[in-house]
């Protein structure tokens, strides 16, 4: 017997645990009216005319109507890494799944699959089609902004995401685990951006929305593409290279934090 | 079995999206919006009902009602050729002033295809030659590439139009017979979230393949359940 059919099993009893029918179900119907809805409203009322350039206003539009969708999927995947994850492993069942001819690292995949990569395989597949059908002048006219917008959307998930995996696996309980990751992305994305706002207009410093916008690389994009209207209240204008490498330091810190969770996890959890 | 349950899930799933697709495309296109205007129209003439840019998502509904036959011309322009067309007739009528120049961009270039020897004429001299069906003839002759929609000669007629693109259009109702007529015509904004012939394929198409693939496994797990 192959790796590709106990990886199946656990990843299927991962999907039908994570997403009782019809939840899943109901969670893509409403993501989808909500994109379609508004890309709809965009596609109607839509003007370049308040941008100076397209990619601003492709950046803007794309980000508008994609981060309502973010937070849509952001709930499954911090119940299912924070309060799944620890679940299962309060109740053993990550233990279990250990008796299958398969690797740690591998059972790890397979949960993650399940409560990380499908809401955000969700996520891209129904906004790129909502792009698709109601806006395809602006993926025609501006592709790059787009991509970029969305690995800019993306990498403060991805970080929660490690976060919350590397919190369930220490704290090894359901309950705790859920609550404290609710507290870490109240941390993270409330008080945070208050701060680092409030430091960039108080001292009139640009230092605290750089060390932000390693954790939220839309920061970045965002200030530079605000930076293309002249504003001269802005405390920080990063050139376009700037604001790549802060996606690009987001996704690194991504990665360490991920690599952290899969040795922890190979580490600490034994038979 | 563990096949099955992915399909199906992924066959529920695409289902939900095909459905919220005919959702959002559902809702009756319509606004509040709406003007009507009446008049005589001399036997010969034509006139502009309605001039504006429309997307894939708006459009409008035309209604005309009149004594005599008439011809209903929807005459579209990108913006890129709408300026193009205005350069032109700067360039032919340097005299004219240039709210003119916008408003009767069309009109203004027909006279010229059907008036090429009109050297730097006054607005005088053209009005009484510019609404003349035989130069509306002669533009659109020269110029059929702009015609997105025409009508048979009749006495009503009602007409719903969306265009595939970003679209200045203009619509045209010319009187080419010999008698003068009274002509009634109701414009109503239309608005769509969705842009019809985009929408309904992908809708359908989804909707056909998840029910595909969710059939055997919703079947299963009925078994499922029955037998336990």
């Not at chain 1, 803007?60 to 309502?68: A, D, E, G, I, K």
Request: proline share 6%; with cysteine.
């Amino acid at each position: 017997m192959g790796k590709g059919r106990p990886f199946l099993e656990v990843f299927t009893c991962a999907l039908s645990e994570d997403y009782w029918f019809p939840i899943l179900e109901l969670l893509v119907l409403l993501c989808a009216l909500w994109t379609f809805f508004t890309a709809g409203i965009a596609g109607v009322s839509g003007s370049y005319s308040d941008f100076i350039t397209v990619e601003a206003f492709t950046h803007n539009l794309v980000y508008s109507f994609t981060w309502p969708l973010i937070i849509m999927v952001g709930i499954p995947i911090v119940k299912n890494i924070a309060y799944g994850l620890g679940s299962d492993l309060e109740k053993g069942i990550i233990h279990t799944l250990f008796s299958y001819p398969l690797k740690k690292g591998y059972i790890l995949t397979a949960r993650l699959l399940s409560a990380l990569v499908i809401p955000l395989l969700l996520f891209l597949g129904i906004s790129i089609l909502g792009l698709f059908l109601f806006l395809p002048d602006v993926i025609r006219a501006d592709p790059g902004t787009v991509a970029l917008t969305y690995a800019a959307q993306l990498s403060p998930v991805l970080l929660t995401a490690g976060l919350l995996l590397l919190l369930a696996l220490r704290l090894r309980r359901g309950v705790p685990a859920l609550l404290s990751g609710l507290t870490l992305c109240f941390v993270l994305f409330v008080i945070l951006d208050s701060i680092a706002d409030s430091v960039a207009w108080g001292i009139g410093s640009d230092w605290s929305l750089k060390i932000y916008a390693v954790i939220t690389p839309n920061l970045a994009l965002q200030e530079y593409y605000v930076g293309t209207l002249g504003l001269s209240s802005q405390t920080w204008v990063p050139s376009f290279s700037e604001a790549l490498l802060y996606v690009s330091a987001g996704y690194l810190l991504v990665a360490v934090v991920f690599i952290i969770a899969y040795v922890y996890f190979k580490r600490s959890l034994r038979i | 079995m563990r096949w099955i349950t992915l399909l199906g899930r992924t066959g529920t799933v695409v289902l939900m999206v095909g459905l919220a697709l005919i959702v959002v495309w559902a809702p009756p296109p319509g606004s509040p919006h709406q003007s009507s205007s009446s008049g005589t129209m001399p036997a010969g003439e034509y006139k502009i009902g309605h001039r504006g840019v429309y997307r894939p998502q708006t459009g409008f509904e035309i209604s005309v009602e009149s004594t005599e036959s008439v011809r209903i011309y929807l005459l579209g322009l990108s913006s890129g050729e709408l300026e193009d067309w205005r350069t032109q007739v700067r360039e032919a009528y340097p005299d004219l002033d240039d709210m003119w120049i916008k408003i009767f961009t069309m009109p203004l270039i027909f006279v010229r295809e059907a008036y090429p020897d009109l050297d730097n004429p006054e607005i005088e001299d053209i009005m009484d030659i510019v609404w003349n069906v035989s130069v509306l003839d002669k533009g659109l002759q020269t110029h059929p590439e702009i015609v997105v929609w025409q009508s048979p000669p009749s006495r009503t007629l009602s007409y719903e139009f969306f265009p595939a693109d970003v679209l200045a259009v203009t619509v045209v109702v010319a009187n080419p017979s010999s008698s003068n007529a009274t002509v009634r015509t109701k414009m109503r904004d239309l608005a769509a979230l969705a842009p019809k012939d985009r929408v309904i394929l992908p809708a359908l198409l989804l909707i056909s393949i998840g029910i595909a693939l969710a059939i055997p496994w919703l079947i299963l797990r009925k078994v499922k359940k029955s037998t336990l």
